[in-house]
């Protein structure tokens, strides 16, 4: 960074250097410390030289011969101490600011003042040499009563405005950072729909972010009062809204509820509304949160509700017994008749393991079903489906409840599979209480083995 200047005739031209009105005061004050450095010392050109990575670079504001002669102002020769004030008046000194170029050899040049100045100190405390200030003449030799002191005293005004004009660059550069990092806060809660707000329970004052706006199909700059923001909310919530509230201020806590609103535009929608309290350096309380349109979250779920509701209802109408067990055994869902043919009324959801559901069969019977000598201790008929994981339908005779009532049941199972990774992960078990089909049949069977006289019975065909 350079600020450097020409003007041509020592003083009479020095005010004519242009300043942008929409400059930087620092820079602007720069300017002026520098044209008043070349009234001062009657110099023709001048400039201020900032080091940038330890090397200076200079540009100059006007062209003409004090340009070129800056153009082969050898930036990277400067070496001065802190708060140095010198003139330079001979030809070979002169040149070893110069390029080496025959023109600039110091021939025209005829004397250079060089003012240091700081700009911060360094990590170790040493004072680090920022930059100078060079004024350059090449028409006259300045008088040798020029007041050093008072260019000092312009290159600590000057360190001063570089100071401030440094500390104004890192604000600008962060509020930069933070406007960008705003924007793309907007952009990210604009694709998610999360719109964010606060209330200063003090002054009453709310904030609501653009997208919070767009939700309520408000104007993106809308603020509503807390009154106003309450009654958008649907008659039947609004007092846990309010009560919500209330306890955010009164004890700190924040909240975590879905509200129905009708916006501005007469629209009824969900929105998932989260509060949380924050407190600062002076202990005052402000309330910030979020707010997402969740209608379509809840809508799905009411579909779902509704079509659980319609499931088990129709589950519970039916005779047939129903058990769906993880692959633990434990019972995660029954309907009302599995408790009635297994005359056990005790049977909870996510609680009860299929041992605990009596359903004791012979040991012939258990053999049969594994197809293979085994022992089991309890023979329970439930227990030994959820051992086979398989598909399977058979009938016959079983013990349940604590009384051990006999039983002919008709049973089925079909093993559930993860569609992931394709595993076993629980059974479905379905039995039906056959046993007063079963007596009728028997009772038929005997009835037609005691009459005498042979019967055929002939289908339509």
Not at 267 to 290: H, K, M, Y
Request: hydrophobic share 40%.
């Amino acid at each position: 960074m350079v600020l450097a200047y020409s003007d041509g005739s020592a003083s009479a031209q020095a005010d004519k250097c242009v300043e942008s009105s929409d400059a930087d005061p620092c820079r602007i004050g720069l300017d002026r410390i520098l044209k008043a450095a070349l009234r001062l010392a009657g110099c023709e050109a001048g400039a201020v030289f900032l080091q940038e990575d330890k090397s200076s670079t200079a540009t100059l504001a006007q062209s003409g011969t004090s340009a070129r002669l800056f153009s082969d102002f050898d930036g990277t020769a400067i070496s001065i101490r802190a708060g140095e004030t010198r003139l330079v008046n001979e030809s070979a000194e002169i040149a070893a600011f110069f390029h080496d170029d025959e023109e600039t050899q110091g021939s025209k040049v005829q004397a250079v003042f060089l003012i240091g100045f700081n700009v911060a100190a360094d990590q170790t405390g040493l004072a680090a040499n920022a930059g100078v200030i060079v004024l350059i003449s090449e028409t006259k030799k300045p008088s040798d009563s020029v007041d050093l002191k008072l260019l000092s005293d312009f290159g600590l005004i000057a360190e001063t405005l570089l100071q401030t004009l440094s500390q104004t660059s890192k604000a600008l550069e962060t509020l930069e950072r933070s406007e960008k990092q705003t924007e793309h806060f907007d952009y990210v809660t604009e694709l998610a729909g999360v719109g964010g707000w606060e209330i200063d329970p003090v002054s009453l004052n709310i904030f609501w972010t653009e997208q919070t706006c767009r939700i309520h199909d408000l104007p993106p700059d809308y603020s509503p009062s807390l009154q106003e923001w309450f009654d958008m909310c649907d008659p039947a919530y609004r007092k846990s809204l309010q009560t919500a509230y209330r306890e955010a201020v009164a004890s700190g806590t924040g909240w975590k509820i879905d509200l129905p609103i009708q916006t501005a535009t007469g629209r009824r929608i969900w929105v998932a509304s989260i509060c949380q309290p924050v407190f600062g350096d002076d202990g005052e309380l402000l309330l910030v949160g979020s707010l997402m349109d969740v209608s379509a979250r809840r809508a799905a779920e009411t579909e779902f509700d509704r079509s659980q509701r319609l499931y088990r209802s129709t589950l519970n109408a039916l005779s047939e017994g129903i058990l769906v067990v993880d692959g633990e055994g434990i019972v995660r869902w029954h309907n009302a008749a599995a408790e009635t043919i297994f005359e056990c009324p005790t049977i909870y959801a996510e609680m009860t393991n299929l041992e605990d559901v009596p359903c004791l069969v012979e040991p012939a019977d258990m053999h049969a079903l594994f197809e293979q000598e085994r022992a089991y201790d309890n023979y329970n008929l439930l227990s030994g489906l959820l051992i086979l994981k398989q598909s399977k339908s058979l009938t016959l005779q079983a013990k349940v409840g604590e009384a051990l009532t006999r039983k002919w049941l008709r049973c089925r199972s079909e093993p559930l599979i993860s569609r992931e990774d394709k595993k076993f992960v629980g059974l479905v078990i379905s039995v039906e209480d056959i046993t007063a089909k079963k007596r009728s049949e028997d009772i038929l069977n005997e009835a037609f083995e005691a009459i005498p006289n042979g019967i055929a019975v002939f289908d339509q065909d």
